[in-house]
């Protein structure tokens, strides 16, 4: 089992290096009077890290209210 699941990393890790080489357009984000021009492929891996971040961030404070709101005092 333990080569099966090397072997599904190294096919991960062979998708991303892929995704990487084949965006290499570069795409320019402005806000307000700011503009950054990155990769295409370094636009999206900041998409995804922020919202992952933003994801478990808003489920944890969900919980928070929910355990709030259920609590008696």
């Known amino acids: 089992m333990r080569y099966v ?9 062979a998708i991303i290096i892929l995704f990487k ?8 984000v402005s806000l307000f009077s700011a503009s950054v021009t ?15 971040l933003t994801g478990g961030f808003l489920l944890a404070l969900l919980r928070a209210w929910v355990h ?3 609590r008696r005092y």
């Open 5 to 13: 699941y090397m072997a599904l990393i190294a096919i991960l890790a």
């Open 21 to 28: 080489f084949q965006n290499l357009e570069s795409v320019t």
């Open 38 to 52: 990155m990769p295409v492929s370094v636009l999206v891996l900041l998409v995804y890290v922020l919202g992952m």
């Open 68 to 70: 709030g709101a259920t």
